[in-house]
Nanobody, 116 residues
Framework: QVQLVESGGALVQPGGSLRLSCAAS????????IDWYRQAPGKEREWVGIILSGGFSDFADSVKGRFTISRDTTKNVVYLQMNRMRPEDTAVYYC??????????WGQGTRVTVSS
């Protein structure tokens, strides 16, 4: 059974850092693309970043240079490291994978609040 479980969301001050985890089961993360998305209150869900099966990552302009994605294949976990955080980073963060046509899987999300 394919499952993604995010964790690590918290309240953090502006300028601070936070690392989110996306624990995967039912498939191996190094064989598939993992995306991170976020949804701020009252806004549509937006794409944050991606890590490809080969390890290449890319990010939305709004987070480029501040966020990184890594993975631990021994634990089957993908991480979203967020640095120099801003109030506009406040959102529920989701990870997603696509295992084939029409086979998207999402986690339940983890809430991040950036506030002083």
């Amino acid at each position: 059974q394919v499952q993604l479980v995010e964790s690590g969301g918290a309240l953090v001050q502006p300028g601070g850092s936070l690392r989110l985890s996306c624990a995967a089961s039912g498939f191996t993360i190094h064989s598939y693309v993992i995306d991170w998305y976020r949804q701020a209150p009252g806004k549509e869900r937006e794409w944050v970043g991606i890590i490809l099966s080969g390890g290449f990552s890319d990010f939305a302009d709004s987070v480029k240079g501040r966020f990184t994605i890594s993975r631990d294949t021994t634990k089957n976990v993908v991480y979203l490291q967020m640095n120099r955080m801003r109030p506009e980073d406040t959102a529920v963060y989701y990870c997603k994978t696509t295992l084939g046509p029409g086979r998207d899987y999402w986690g339940q999300g983890t809430r991040v609040t950036v506030s002083s």
